[in-house]
Each structure stands twice: as structure tokens, then as C-alpha cells.
């Protein structure tokens, strides 16, 4: 066989790959991606922000982030186990970059900046720690009964670039790979006094948190979460306008490039961290219905895709991948309706940026990718799901 045919069919599997096609998640992301395009439309359409071309713009991060995915999934998922680590170190490497060619914006500094175009690692490490973590776990024998020890390998992967982006700081990105990282965890076997200890360092770590790590402004937004009716003017103003903004809404909406709070400029950061107030608002419940629905199938779909890969590597892939969008979506909503404090954390699809929009369908791509290979079974592979 030819190396195109071992790169792009799976080996053994050959082309019969392509016509194992996942129509499901192939519809779904691209609904989320028209319907998100469609309200940054409506989010930036009042003439006095100047944004009226950034729809165009996430149009293209589109077109791009489809391009990649593509190629993402045409090649055999088991060669991405092989640069597994060499992935990993170069997100690392990234996030140091950061410190020395990133700029200080709203008193943190995430991106790098290269001439006129910028980049966000952050956003990329996800992806990088997912497949570490994905090929650390399939290399290891065990399948049950497993201790804190076990447990070490994997929590350093994690902690190297979740401390390094707390350092930027980014609390919310930060968090995400944390809990990527503890949503993979989740479904090990796990012994119960490993459990146990774990919970219990866990109560201790929180007051150390919020003495040592937290910024003040940070300090502020847990607070006024606590006390959502407090300094609406200030640190609240954001929540505050995000829940009237879906109050007006109602059953069926204000109407497309109709809602108030958008319109009048009383939502700041509208197109990014409050896309969903914008979509509520327009469309009211019935909208956000249908949207909770989407993401809520594309996160069932990431698990049914892990629960029949056809080896460990694969189906942690699809855990981490799902546990990406399921935490992304749950933050930024969460944060909207105000049952979360505020945290930068995007809505998957929805919310502008390139970076974003990169690293989520990519994501896509290796579902896709587990999806369409899941009727091979290689001789050198455990097969079943991934922590058996």
C-alpha cells in the first residue's frame, strides 16, 4: 500500500473510511456555525461601533477552520498519537512565546502579535493537551484500580500549561483545561480512597485559590455573582444587561437586529463573551431552545462517538473533545443567565474570534476523524472504549 493510502485510509481500513462519513456531526456543527454568523450579524450591526465587517471576517475563520478539519479527518487518527507529545511541547512552547511577544490588553496579555495578525495559544493547547493525554492513557496498561500515582503523569501535562496561562492570566481558559483534564479523569476507574483524597485537596486548594492565585478584579466578579443586584454600574453592569436582554426576549423574540440592549449599546463585548444575550434576545425561548439542543446532541454524540472507538487513544480524543465544547458552552451560558460569575470563555461557534473558531473545528475534525474509523480494529490496538 501506498503511504498516501496508509496516511489518508487507515491502513488496513483503506478508503472505506470516507463512506463511513458522520453526516449527524457534520450538519449540526454547521448549523451552529450559520446560526452563529447570523447573530454576529445582528450583534454588530449598529452603525456606531464600526464592526459592520467582522461578520464577514468570522466568514472566512470559517472557511479556513472547514479546510483544516477536513484535512484533520482525512488522516488516520493513530498517526496524531505518534506526534502526541511533540503537539503538546509546541503549545507549551506558544504560551512562553507569549511573555515575550504578547501585549497587554485589559491588564492581561494572551496573544501574540506577528505585523497585523494574532494569535491566541491558549486556545490551541486544548487540543494539544487532549491528544497528550489521549496517547499517555492509551500507553498505559492499566485499566482499573487506579491510584493518585497513576494519576501524577497526567496532572503534570495539565498543570504545565494551565499554570501558564493563569499567569496571563486567563482564570477561564485556564479552567477549561482543568476540567478537560477532570472530565477525562471522571470515567476511570478510579479507586474510592483516590476519590476521596482527591475531594478533600480539593476543599483545601479553594481558600488558597482565592488568597494567593485570584486577582482582585477576579475577586470582584465572584463577588458580585454573590450579590447580582450590587454596583450595577460597575462590575455587575455586563450580567445585569445580559439578563434583561434575555428577559426581553420572551417566548418568541424581539425580532432579528430588534433587540434593545444590543441595539442601544447597552451589551459590551456583544460579539464575543455575550454573543448568546444578542441570539436571546432576538429570538427569545423558542431560539434558545433549539440552540441548547444543538449543543446539547453535538456533546452526546462526542460520547457515543468514545463509547464505540475501536481504541483507548480514540475514544479519549472523543471524551476530551466533547468535554471542550460541553464545558465552553456551559461556562459562557452559565455566565450569561447569571447562575456563573463573568469569565472570558467563548460560546463554541457563536462567539468571534479566529482562534476560537481554529481550535473548535479542529476539534470537529478529529470527531470526525474517530467517527468515520471506528469499524477498524488494528491487530496493535486494545480495543473498546478507552478505559477499559
Known sequence: MSMRGSLLDGGDFGGRARDHFDWALFIVASLLAVIGVINLYSATSVAKLGLQDMYIQQVYWLVVGGILATFVAAIDYRHYERLGYILYAGGVVLLLLVFVLGRDIRGSSRWIYIGS???????????????????????????????????????????????LILRQPDLGTALIHALIFCSICALMRISLKSLTTLAVAGAVAVPVVWMYVLKEYQKQRVTSFLNPEANILGSN????????????????????????????????????????????????????????????????????????????????????????????????????????????????LFSYGGSSVLTIFVGIGLLMNVSMRRSYVSPTRRPGLAFR
Not at 497528550?132 to 500549561?161: F, I, N
Open 237 to 348: 453592569w455586563h450580567a445585569h444587561h445580559a439578563r434583561v436582554a434575555i428577559g426581553n426576549g420572551g417566548f418568541s423574540g424581539s425580532g432579528f437586529m430588534r433587540g434593545t440592549q444590543n441595539q442601544f449599546l447597552f451589551l459590551p463585548d456583544q460579539y464575543s463573551d455575550f454573543p448568546f444575550a444578542v441570539y436571546a434576545e432576538d429570538w427569545g425561548f423558542l431560539g434558545c431552545a433549539l440552540l441548547i439542543f444543538l449543543y446539547g446532541f453535538l456533546i452526546l454524540w462526542a460520547i457515543r462517538i468514545a463509547s464505540t472507538a475501536r481504541d483507548r487513544f480514540g475514544a479519549v480524543i472523543a471524551v476530551g473533545v466533547g468535554a471542550l465544547i460541553f464545558w465552553h458552552a456551559f461556562f459562557n451560558l452559565g455566565m450569561v443567565t447569571g447562575i456563573l460569575p463573568v469569565v472570558g470563555v467563548t460560546l463554541p
Open 117 to 163: 495578525f494574532s494569535l491566541q495559544p491558549s486556545e490551541f493547547t486544548k487540543l494539544g493537551l487532549i491528544i497528550a493525554l489521549a496517547k499517555y492513557l492509551h500507553d498505559d496498561p492499566k485499566s482499573e484500580g487506579r491510584q493518585l500515582r497513576d494519576l501524577l503523569g497526567p496532572a503534570l501535562l495539565t498543570a504545565v500549561p494551565t499554570l
